[in-house]
């Protein structure tokens, strides 16, 4: 489904595909509780949206309506224009893939590739790299608390804070690799190597509705790129 | 070096996603006083000293040095005044020598010079690595690590010293290094706080225990008043258990005897000392 | 049947100086040998040696012959290893897999890699879950337990392979007084239920006084003091930066006063 929106936010042209995108992904949200998610989501891309806005609005090129004179430079309609669908289509993308994010439990992400025969090492690497993300969170509040407490300034002026960067990089990166041995030892120790195929102890239910729901998107996703690519969309 | 009264009034913190860590803890510590600070983990120590120097602020209660409220002075500041020694060396070790790795910290307080280097020598040696200045902090094993964290925060001389488990996964050798530490600064008039889980180095090395159990202050008093007989009831329920000196002396019935120094003190000697000294003192002066 | 090392010399890749240097140990089934020494006196790499992941995982040149149940280690592969010899280390957070929602599949993970049927793999994840003492903790969030808690289920986890010897890297020093209360109890019933034979590397030498029925000191690769459990009232162990057990300190520090050490003192230490 996320997938079917991420395709459409960027191959259907103009105005339709990013807003109706984010429709569907609103009213999904609103549906499973997860609007609040979306937001902190829409603040944390609010800069660039902001900066998308701007250099768009100055600066499109071939631009000729102007809104206002300013000198050798001014802002555009067609900037305006351009500038707003870009960050309709931005929005929209952003927005479907947190929402995998927020409504898909890692185990039963995880369970489900299992069934379907995806390796276990493939699998072992999905789930530690989304495991990694709290970790390397919780690492790095750490980390930042330590060099605080050696008398790094973190809440002077700007420039005096950019000298943290190496010791703060630093132990984040040398923490990760002294771990990667520990952790390789430990899962040879637990015989990842082994071959044939891992027992499944999970099985995750999946009604047909929603294999229905699944084959509709996958359809659409199919059209939507072929119409584009013989250009007979945009 | 001008050693700040410490002060705690009614502090409690709550982490956004937890439970409330630290609850209504109030604190005085003199100047050049030595604390242990012991209690299970999760018991809010480590939160609990976090506060000392402004890296978590109090959701109610007030921080004093010296009488005067710290919560409006930056961590870089206090940092000045407050060394903090943090448990896992591998969350602060970011230098390509042992050498620059502990100038970090005096640096960062502005000493530079000859001054930096007679400090960089005198912290290496204090932890016994002064043979390893040159080499690459990540070429120690894990024990040696956590003794160059240590010596990073030395470097530093602030005239308080705080530190987090630092007897942990260390050898008899690196434990008596930390014992050295902790009784040199404490001889220069240094106040030292420690966490710990060593009862033994608890009983030994401090002239105060604080028992920390489920965010609050559980019990406070010297060795030998934390450790008597009459505390174990409390101890135990902070599932901890009291050094064996202390079980042995109040078998015998001689008093509190918390460390192996008091309860020799405390039998009757070979030429009839021993007895003289009242049971109940410990002896960790 | 027994784990055997003799003439052992190992040395990790890219280091100039041996790791370990002349150990030869036996550790039969049922048996807990315990070791100790100062810091980066070749415990871990002794545990790596036994194990069989040094060489076979981390590469580096081993001399001399390290056999389990008359193989050597060199010639199995990693996941036959670890049915045969289990490897705990210190640090439960990173030998725990991090994929899993519950405990159950955490200690299920080892069992599922072997691909073994559903039936067996649940059965053993009981079998484990109890001997460690650990049933309840069953449908719990493995990155949401305790410190001691974590280091059961990681226990928890190899036991679950069926291991005939298992190798325990200091399983405690993270921990406080009560986990490690909870893991040396664990520890000792294990032992006995399973008849696994073990080989507890340890800094607390209380512990190792509490369970161990011969104990191996290590000094800069080598067995610098071996035998029973007596081992650890040896004056030399001071030498070798180790710290003896309470009680032996205690009476050693009683004598050095010129105090008679009575019975009515040992039986106070009781």
Same mark, same amino acid.
């Given at each position: 489904m996320a997938a079917l929106e991420v395709v459409a936010a960027f191959a259907l042209p103009g105005w339709v595909g990013p807003l109706i995108v984010l429709a569907a992904v609103l009213t999904t949200a609103a549906a499973a509780r997860?609007?609040?998610?979306?937001?902190?989501?829409?603040?944390?891309?609010?800069?660039?949206?902001?900066?998308?806005?701007?250099?768009?609005?100055?600066?499109?090129?071939?631009?000729?309506?102007?809104?206002?004179?300013?000198?050798?430079?001014?802002?555009?309609?067609?900037?305006?224009?351009?500038?707003?669908?870009?960050?309709?289509?931005?929005?929209?993308?952003?927005?479907?893939?947190?929402?995998?994010?927020?409504?898909?439990?890692?185990?039963?992400?995880?369970?489900?590739?299992?069934?379907?025969?995806?390796?276990?090492?493939?699998?072992?690497?999905?789930?530690?790299?989304?495991?990694?993300?709290?970790?390397?969170?919780?690492?790095?509040?750490?980390?930042?608390?330590?060099?605080r407490s050696r008398g790094m300034d973190t809440e002077g002026p700007i420039w005096r804070r950019a000298r943290g960067v190496l010791p703060l990089a630093g132990p984040v990166v040398f923490g990760a690799l002294t771990e990667v041995e520990e952790r390789t030892m430990a899962l040879e120790a637990r015989a990842f190597s082994a071959p044939g195929r891992q027992t499944l102890l999970r099985v995750p239910a999946d009604p047909a509705s929603h294999r229905v729901t699944r084959w509709a998107a996958i359809l659409a996703i199919a059209v939507i790129v072929l119409a584009r690519a013989s250009g007979r969309l945009g | 070096m001008n050693v700040p009264l410490i002060e705690l009034e009614a502090v409690s913190f709550t982490y956004p996603d937890g439970p409330t860590a630290v609850i209504d803890v109030t604190l005085r510590i003199e100047p050049g006083e030595t604390v242990v600070i012991i209690g299970q983990n999760g018991s809010g120590k480590s939160t609990l000293v976090r506060h000392l120097n402004g890296l978590l602020r109090p959701g109610s209660g007030r921080v004093l040095l010296d009488g005067h409220d710290i919560h409006s002075v930056h961590v870089a500041a206090l940092a000045a005044r407050v060394g903090l020694a943090f448990q896992n060396p591998d969350r602060q070790l970011?230098?390509?020598?042992?050498?620059?790795?502990?100038?970090?910290?005096?640096?960062?307080?502005?000493?530079?010079?000859?001054?930096?280097?007679?400090?960089?020598?005198?912290?290496?040696?204090?932890?016994?690595?002064?043979?390893e200045a040159e080499t690459n902090p990540y070429d120690l094993?894990?024990?040696?690590?956590?003794?160059?964290?240590?010596?990073?925060?030395?470097?530093?001389?602030?005239?308080?010293?705080?530190?987090?488990?630092?007897?942990?996964g260390q050898d008899a050798r690196g434990v008596a290094r930390v014992r050295a530490v902790v009784a040199s600064a404490a001889q220069e008039g240094r106040t030292v706080i420690a966490i710990s889980h060593d009862m033994r180095f608890a009983a030994e090395c401090f002239g105060r225990v604080v028992v920390m159990r489920a965010g609050k202050v559980a019990l406070d008093g010297s060795p030998a008043a934390i450790f008597a007989q009459a505390a174990w009831p409390e101890l135990r329920a902070a599932y901890l258990e009291p050094p064996l000196p202390a079980v042995v002396g109040a078998g015998l019935g001689l008093g509190s005897t918390p460390t192996a120094a008091a309860l020799v003190a405390a039998l009757p000697g070979p030429a009839g000392e021993g007895r003289g000294r009242p049971p109940g003192r410990a002896g960790n002066e | 049947m027994a784990i055997e090392l003799s003439g052992v010399r190992y040395r990790y890749a890219g280091a100039s100086a041996a790791a370990l240097s002349d150990v030869s140990l036996r550790l039969e089934p049922g048996?807990?040998?315990?070791?100790?020494?100062?810091?980066?006196?070749?415990?871990?790499?002794?545990?790596?040696?036994?194990?069989?992941?040094?060489?076979?995982? $981390?590469?580096?040149?081993?001399?001399?012959?390290?056999?389990?149940?008359?193989?050597?280690?060199?010639?199995?592969?990693?996941?036959?290893?670890?049915?045969?010899?289990?490897?705990?280390?210190?640090?439960?957070?990173?030998?725990?897999?991090?994929?899993?929602?519950?405990?159950?599949?955490? $200690?299920?993970?080892?069992p599922c890699?072997?691909?073994?049927?559903?039936?067996?793999?649940?059965?053993?994840?009981?079998?484990?879950?109890?001997?460690?003492?650990?049933?309840?903790?069953?449908?719990?969030?493995?990155?949401?337990?305790?410190?001691?808690?974590?280091?059961?289920?990681?226990?928890?986890?190899?036991?679950a392979l069926r291991p005939a010897y298992l190798v325990l890297d200091e399983p405690t020093s993270e921990l406080d007084p009560a986990g490690t209360t909870l893991v040396a109890e664990?520890?000792?019933?294990?032992?006995?239920?399973?008849?696994?034979?073990?080989?507890?590397?340890?800094?607390?030498?209380?512990?190792l006084a509490r369970i161990a029925d011969e104990v191996l000191v290590l000094e800069n690769g080598a067995v610098a003091l071996s035998g029973s459990a007596a081992v650890l009232a040896d004056p030399r162990l001071a030498e070798l930066g180790v710290e003896p057990p309470a009680r032996v300190l205690l009476e050693g520090e009683v004598r050095a006063a010129g105090i008679e050490w009575t019975p009515r003192l040992a039986e106070a230490l009781a």
């Open positions: 997860r609007l609040r998610g979306l937001a902190t989501i829409s603040l944390a891309a609010s800069p660039l949206v902001g900066s998308i806005l701007l250099v768009n609005l100055f600066l499109l090129p071939g631009a000729a309506d102007p809104i206002a004179r300013l000198g050798p430079i001014g802002p555009t309609w067609s900037g305006l224009w351009f500038g707003l669908q870009t960050v309709a289509r931005l929005m929209a993308f952003s927005l479907a893939i947190g929402l995998v994010y927020l409504t898909t439990a890692v185990d039963d992400l995880l369970a489900d590739l299992a069934r379907r025969g995806v390796g276990r090492r493939a699998i072992f690497v999905v789930g530690a790299a989304v495991q990694m993300v709290p970790s390397t969170i919780g690492r790095a509040g750490e980390i930042v608390d330590a060099q | 970011f230098a390509g020598r042992v050498a620059s790795e502990v100038g970090f910290g005096p640096r960062n307080l502005g000493v530079r010079g000859a001054e930096l280097e007679a400090r960089v020598a005198a912290a290496l040696e204090d932890v016994g690595l002064a043979a094993g894990l024990s040696r690590r956590k003794l160059l964290a240590l010596a990073s925060v030395l470097a530093m001389r602030t005239p308080v010293l705080v530190l987090d488990e630092p007897t942990t | 048996r807990v040998v315990g070791v100790t020494g100062a810091n980066e006196s070749g415990k871990s790499t002794l545990c790596l040696v036994l194990a069989g992941l040094a060489p076979k995982v $981390i590469g580096g040149r081993l001399d001399g012959s390290v056999r389990i149940d008359g193989v050597e280690t060199t010639a199995m592969r990693p996941y036959e290893l670890a049915q045969r010899c289990g490897l705990l280390f210190q640090n439960a957070a990173t030998q725990l897999s991090n994929t899993t929602a519950t405990v159950f599949e955490e $200690i299920a993970f080892g890699n072997l691909g073994l049927a559903i039936e067996e793999v649940v059965e053993r994840v009981w079998w484990a879950l109890r001997i460690v003492g650990i049933e309840p903790l069953a449908p719990r969030d493995p990155a949401r337990l305790s410190g001691g808690q974590g280091q059961l289920v990681a226990l928890a986890s190899v036991l664990a520890l000792a019933g294990m032992a006995r239920e399973t008849g696994a034979g073990i080989v507890l590397v340890e800094h607390k030498t209380d512990v």
